[in-house]
Structures are given as structure tokens and as C-alpha cells.
């Protein structure tokens, strides 16, 4: 008897300690700082009861969490087409790049192929028609290399500016050089050695009197420009596909906005 009566009381005990007005004193206040354990943390479950928001917290990320994993593992075909020719196109441009450093294989061959690169710089180029400008001395002459000087600043501007937009780094780690520094030229994409060697070649094919071997080589100078650029690991062969891409419309530009011989006679006068 005395057994039966003690549990009883040690049930209603319990009883009245959980009733919700003694519930609060067994929990923290919610701005008190967590007291610090000295000894060693107690083994068994914890009592404190846990805080009214965690629930809702937890349904909320358990209903989050299997949405953004679809969202991992089922990304779009775009997404998926997209990545896949940007590897193609990563790994093709290391393959090529066999001039790309001083222990590349055949990087005995790098100085011939930069040199092949210089040809297609813009800087050459600018300088070579300005001083053929002033030695000219026929109005035809004075038209097409007025134009064609119009057609190199439009190069310039248009790769920077693409350039800058775009940042895109070059297959290998490879500082620009000066010359490129001065036209602005230290991205990747695009290939502004490649859009201005599209550009002249086309310009050259259209306006010059040229026989069919000069045709012929004046259009693989330009592919072995933009092929040199990706050999020295400056550019990635998309980069060299979009600036021969851009340099054609570039010259359909020029060829839309033509300067009459009385428009260049004017502007080089004054």
C-alpha cells in the first residue's frame, strides 16, 4: 500500500510539472547567451524541448531541399548542349595549343608563330595605311585607304568593347604583350587578330585587282592567322571562329557606310 501511494504521488509530481505554466521555466530565454560547458558534454538525449519555430523550419527546408536537388541533377538541354561544346571546345584549344609555353612540343616553332600573329596586329596595320594615305596621290587610292583606316578603328572598338564585356580568360595562362595592351586586346573573345585579318582579306578581295594566287594566299594568311593565335594559347578556336565572324560584318558595315572620294578628300584637308 504504501508502494501504490508513493508512485501516485511521484505521477502526479510529474503531472504538475508539465503543466504549461511551469513549461517555460525549463526553457532559455531567447535572448540569453548559451552557458558555456566546462567539463565534458553529458551523453545522454537532451530534456530542453525544442523551440516552437523549429519545426515549421524543418518541414519548410524539407520541402526546399528535393526542388533545388531536380534543379541540380535535371538541368535544362540548353544548359546541358551548352556545357558539353564549351569542353569540346576547352580541350580542343589545349590540344592545339602546341606553341603555348616554353616545354610545349614544339615550342621551338613559337617565335615563327608569333610572328605569323604580328601580321594580322592592328597596330601594323594602322600605321602601314596612314603612311600609304600620305604618299598616295590618286583619289581612288586616297577612297579605299580612307575607308580601310575606317575599317581598322571599327576593329579596334568593336573587339575592345566585346573584349571587356565578355572577360573571357585564353586556354593557358599567358600575359598580353605590349602591342596588344595598346590596341586593347587582353581577352580572349574575341580573336581580334583573326576578326582583322577577315576583315582586310575580305576588304582587299573586294576592292583590289588581285590574280588568283594572290586571292588564294591572301585567304589562308588570314586562316593561318587565327590559327596561330590559338597555337600560342591566346585564344580558344570558338574565339578565332567569332572574330572571323566579326570581321565579315564588320566589313559589310563599312561597305553600308562607304565614304565617297569628296567625303575623304574633306576629311583629309582638314
Request: with cysteine; glycine share 8%.
Amino acid at each position: 500500500m504504501p508502494a501504490s501511494q508513493s508512485r501516485a504521488r511521484a505521477r502526479d509530481r510529474s503531472n504538475v510539472l508539465n503543466r504549461a505554466e511551469f513549461l517555460s521555466l525549463n526553457q532559455t530565454p531567447k535572448g540569453a547567451p548559451e552557458p558555456r560547458s566546462s567539463g565534458r558534454k553529458a551523453s545522454g538525449p537532451s530534456t530542453q524541448p525544442p523551440a516552437p519555430g523549429d519545426g515549421a523550419r524543418e518541414r519548410r527546408q524539407s520541402q526546399q531541399l528535393p526542388e533545388e536537388d531536380c534543379m541540380q541533377l535535371n538541368p535544362s538541354f540548353k544548359g546541358i548542349a551548352f556545357n558539353s561544346l564549351l569542353a569540346i571546345d576547352i580541350c580542343m584549344s589545349k590540344r592545339l595549343g602546341v606553341c603555348a609555353g616554353r616545354a610545349a612540343s614544339w615550342a621551338s616553332a613559337r617565335s615563327m608563330v608569333k610572328l605569323i600573329g604580328i601580321t594580322g596586329h592592328g597596330i601594323p596595320w594602322i600605321g602601314g595605311t596612314i603612311l600609304c594615305l600620305v604618299k598616295s596621290s590618286t583619289l581612288a587610292g586616297q577612297e579605299v585607304l580612307m575607308n580601310l583606316l575606317l575599317a581598322l578603328l571599327l576593329d579596334i572598338m568593336t573587339v575592345a568593347g566585346v573584349q571587356k564585356l565578355i572577360k573571357r580568360r585564353g586556354p593557358f595562362e599567358s600575359s598580353p604583350s605590349l602591342l596588344d595592351y595598346l590596341t586593347m586586346d587582353v581577352y580572349a573573345f574575341p580573336a581580334g587578330h583573326a576578326s582583322r585579318a577577315a576583315m582586310v582579306s575580305k576588304f582587299f578581295l573586294s576592292h583590289l585587282v588581285l590574280a588568283v594566287p594572290l586571292r588564294v594566299l591572301l585567304v589562308l594568311w588570314a586562316l593561318c592567322v587565327g590559327l596561330s593565335r590559338v597555337m600560342i594559347g591566346r585564344h580558344h578556336i570558338t574565339d578565332v571562329l567569332f572574330g572571323f565572324a566579326i570581321g565579315y560584318f564588320q566589313f559589310r558595315l563599312v561597305e553600308l557606310v562607304w565614304m565617297s572620294s569628296n567625303t575623304c578628300q574633306m576629311l583629309i584637308s582638314a
